[in-house]
Nanobody, 126 residues
């Protein structure tokens, strides 16, 4: 099993930047596909970004492509979400998620992830 703890959320003005971190416990983090999801009030949780074991493959939702960057440091058991040019519609609780996989690929469906963090609030003011 792995435990995930997000940090780095906060209040930022439109056009600003934030970096979210997700620290994972457990020794097999390097074999986990990881992802970031978000949930705005009254809406369903939606996919934002995903990364493979090695970090060599990434995938983004169209709504964040070109503004957000997902990365990971397996030596530190941490995955990051760098968010630039934030919009008010990016306001949401952001969750990181992980799943052990037998292949070094991308997982982007909510239902395919086994482990979730508690979430961190990101609020973008206009």
């Amino acid at each position: 099993q792995v435990q995930l703890v997000e940090s780095g959320g906060g209040l930022v003005q439109a056009g600003g930047s934030l970096r979210l971190s997700c620290a994972a416990s457990g020794s097999t983090f390097s074999r986990y596909a990881m992802g970031w999801f978000r949930q705005a009030p009254g809406k369903e949780r939606e996919f934002a970004a995903a990364i493979s074991w090695s970090g060599g493959s990434t995938y983004y939702a169209d709504s964040v492509k070109g503004r957000f960057t997902i990365s990971r440091d397996n030596a530190k058991n941490t995955v990051y979400l760098h968010m630039n040019n934030l919009h008010p519609e990016d306001t949401a609780v952001y969750y990181c998620a992980g799943v052990p996989t037998a292949y070094n690929g991308i997982v982007y469906l909510t239902t395919d992830y086994d482990y979730w963090g508690q979430g961190t609030q990101v609020t973008v003011s206009s």
